[in-house]
């Protein structure tokens, strides 16, 4: 339906819908983890390497293709996790949200320092291609919509097939007594290991996604204030299907470009106004309204 409706769609709405599928990515891999009881504040790392790994496809080896800079940004960000993932798969709590933090401001610091990447400015990335072919103009952003479109429904099916498995059912146990997982002959180190690097991937895809879109990368992709979004992002939408994270996603895309239009200088208030009534009135999200309505009505 939106693929059929995007055409008549206006270039600005294309562009919110787009990255709010980018962002909803990053979202749907946070809900992975929240659903294990870890909270990712450093998970504009992946969303960062994924961005830069598609500008690097097209500055250093001419790549524009948008499919190819998602595939780039997956397979960067989850190398990336695997290797940083047996760290932080021994750790919990704070300490998991504290050290993720941590490993991103240190990507931040890195690419601020590095003036082949263009340093605080960053740097702009080819034009977009689709196989090979560059859409006209009046037609690029749909053809990254439509991008965006079937590669988040195939990732999100992909989490709904994994949700299902005995490793991703894993998930409640760890965040309730992970001893008794432990005792029960699951490794709970190595669940959050593949949640971790599940995530990353997802983050990497996003991040590749969004910098096809806005045609611009810079190292405030990997700022604290961009991790915080994605878990406002997640807050809001709720971990109860994987169509939340977009739907949260979307919202939030909605809120923050009508919040700053009507107030440039205040636009925050707004959001962490929304954030505080969904807290109180919705402690599980937005999703949770679908479900009761369902219960009540099935």
Same mark, same amino acid.
């Given at each position: 339906?939106?693929?059929a409706?995007?055409?008549?769609? /206006? &270039? ?16 749907? +891999? ?11 504040? #450093? &998970?504009a790392l992946?969303?960062c ?19 190819? !800079? ?5 397979l960067v960000?989850?190398?990336?996790a ?7 798969a021994?750790? *919990?709590?704070i ?11 240190i990507?931040?610091?890195l690419?601020?320092k590095?003036?082949?990447?263009g $340093?605080?400015?960053g740097f702009?990335?080819?034009?977009s ?6 859409? +006209? /103009?009046?037609w690029v ?5 439509? $991008?965006?479109?079937?590669? $988040? ?6 989490v709904h ?7 991703? *059912?894993?998930? /409640? ?21 593949v949640?971790?690097?599940?995530a990353?991937?997802?983050a ?14 810079? %190292?405030?992709m990997a ?9 406002f992002?997640?807050?809001l ?7 939340? %994270?977009?739907? +949260?996603?979307?919202?939030y895309? @909605? ?7 009507l $107030?440039?200088?205040t636009? !925050?208030?707004s ?5 505080l009534?969904?807290? @109180?009135?919705? %402690?599980? #999200?937005?999703?949770s309204?679908? *479900? ?7």
């Open positions: 339906m939106l693929l409706a995007g055409p008549f769609i /206006p &270039q600005w709405a294309i562009f919110i819908i787009t990255i709010a599928f980018a962002k909803g990515l990053v979202a749907l +891999g946070l809900m992975l983890l929240l659903r294990a009881g870890l909270i990712s504040f #450093g &998970q992946y969303y390497l994924g961005a830069y790994a598609a500008g690097a496809l097209g500055r250093f080896m001419g790549i524009s293709d948008v499919l190819a !800079q998602m595939l780039a940004g997956a960000a989850g190398f990336a695997f290797i940083l993932g047996f760290l932080l021994k750790y *919990r709590g300490f998991f949200g504290l050290l993720s933090l941590a490993l991103s401001m990507l931040y610091g690419l601020v590095n003036e082949a990447l $340093s605080t400015d702009n990335i080819l034009p291609t689709l196989f090979g072919v560059r859409p +006209g /103009p009046e952003r749909y053809a990254v919509l439509a $991008s965006a479109a079937i590669v $988040s429904l195939l990732l999100a099916l992909a097939r994994y949700l299902a498995t005995p490793l991703g *059912r894993l998930a /409640p146990a760890i965040k309730d007594n992970e001893i008794r997982v432990e005792y029960m002959g699951a490794s709970a180190r190595r669940a959050v290991h949640k971790y690097v599940i990353a991937v997802l990497g895809v996003g991040g590749a996604l969004a910098a096809t879109t806005v045609g611009h990368i810079d %190292p405030e700022f604290w204030t961009t991790s915080g979004e994605f878990i992002i997640t807050i939408a709720g971990t109860g299907s994987v169509v939340a %994270p977009f739907a +949260g996603a979307l919202i895309g @909605v809120i923050h470009t009508t919040a700053y239009d $107030s440039p200088n636009w !925050q208030m959001l962490g106004l929304a954030l009534l969904i807290i @109180v009135f919705l %402690p599980e #999200g937005l999703w309204m679908f *479900r009761r309505r369902y219960a009540r009505h099935p």
